[in-house]
């Protein structure tokens, strides 16, 4: 078989996977623009006027859709109402953070900055109640060094200038 001929089916083979492993994907997300391959609807956006380009998307596919930034699928939320809903109203489903895949492979899920969920929780509550305990929220260290150099004044005052040995 001619080398060319495998290569176009190769690269048609892979282009069809592709698209069935968006849609499939695509099955359990609010509608949204149809996207290319590798660079998903980035060809779709206007880069100069973004808040232009969701609105338009917004008024074609409702308040709520998806858009894919290169191969990276993401679900916007466009207007006050849909976004108090979000964070409001439904705040315990959306109160997650972000995953970095990069990140969770490099801590193997250990860290302070790229933990989540409950994890997080833990991570946050030892460290608040460790900076407490080495004085975070209490009088200032600025306070006592103010203090302790008031203290320094006064005794030099009280030589009136003449040297002190130590």
Known sequence: MDPFVVLV???SCLLLLSLWRQSSKRGKLPPGPTPLPIVG???QIDIKDITKSLT???KVYGPVFTLYFGP???VVLHGYEVVKEALIDLGDEFSGRGHFPVAERTNRGHGIIFSN???WKEIRRFSLMTLRNF???KRSIEDRVQEEARCLLEELRK???VPVAC
Do not use: V
Request: charged residues 15%; glycine residues 20%.
């Open 9 to 11: 089916l190769s690269l």
């Open 41 to 43: 609807n980035l060809l």
């Open 56 to 58: 338009n998307f917004s």
């Open 72 to 74: 990276e699928c993401t």
């Open 117 to 119: 969920g409950n994890r």
């Open 135 to 137: 004085g975070m929220g």
């Open 159 to 161: 030589t009136k200038g």
